[in-house]
């Protein structure tokens, strides 16, 4: 059974860190992993797709990394701004069948 | 134009009443999920379909039953609701390259 596990669950930082999330996974048999932002009261937003055969991916201020064999992946945020303030939520896709398994998620706050 | 709706946004109804949520994707997507997010916002899937084919039934009572009528909907009929059904379900969508897609929400509350 996957289970994908969040650290830290909150986080308070000043604005213009740097700051890491991370995420890791009990199978390393996954198809890719994703993260996404939700808003308060909002849905989920896609940020990230990273590919098992991949290492890592980045958007803007935005970098995931992927470690299948260890089952880790990190988000790293540069230059973190109040906008960011969210919850991030990890979610791994298995190898086979079709189900997306989500970790509990970090909220960030970034303080202006 | 809006890739992943449901509707409706919000449903406040009261116990052991029937309700019905609606999702569509207009992505061209095979493969559609309901998810429900509880007061702790942990995120569960319920169901997934894959051109219109039921591939994934979680441990989810009967009394939730989703429907896809074809490859662009796949709505949920609950039945007799109970307190315990108040929270968030998310309907969503996968690309063949595993990008999941989810729709708004909608918010239901059981008095």
């Known amino acids: 059974k996957q289970e994908v596990t969040q650290i830290p669950a909150a986080l308070s930082v000043p604005e213009g860190e740097n700051l890491v999330l991370n995420c890791s996974f009990t199978d390393s048999a996954i198809y890719n992993l994703q993260w996404f932002r939700q808003d308060p009261g909002k849905g989920l937003t896609s940020l990230l797709l990273?590919?098992?055969?991949?290492r890592e991916q980045t958007s803007g201020r935005l970098n995931a990394s992927l470690d299948k064999s260890s089952g880790r992946s990190t988000l790293y945020i540069a230059a973190s701004q109040p906008g960011d303030s969210a919850t991030y939520l990890c979610?791994?896709?298995?190898?086979?069948?079709?189900?997306?398994?989500f970790g509990a998620g970090t909220i960030l706050r970034v303080k202006s | 134009d809006t890739a992943v709706s449901q509707t409706p946004k919000y449903l406040v109804t009261q116990m052991g009443n029937d309700k019905s949520i609606k999702c569509e994707q207009n992505l061209g997507h095979d493969t559609m999920y309901w998810y429900k997010q509880d007061s702790k916002k942990f995120l569960k899937i319920m169901f997934s379909y894959n051109n219109k084919e039921l591939i994934i039934n979680e441990t989810v009572p009967n009394r939730f039953s989703p429907k896809s009528p074809d490859k662009a909907h796949l709505n949920l009929h609950i039945n007799s609701l109970e307190l315990g059904d108040s929270a968030v379900y998310f309907c969503?969508?996968?690309?063949?390259?595993?990008?999941?897609?989810f729709g708004p929400g909608t918010r239901l509350l059981v008095l």
């Open positions: 990273i590919q098992s055969s991949q």
């Open positions: 979610a791994v896709l298995r190898e086979y069948g079709n189900k997306l398994v």
């Open positions: 969503a969508s996968r690309t063949d390259e595993g990008r999941v897609s």
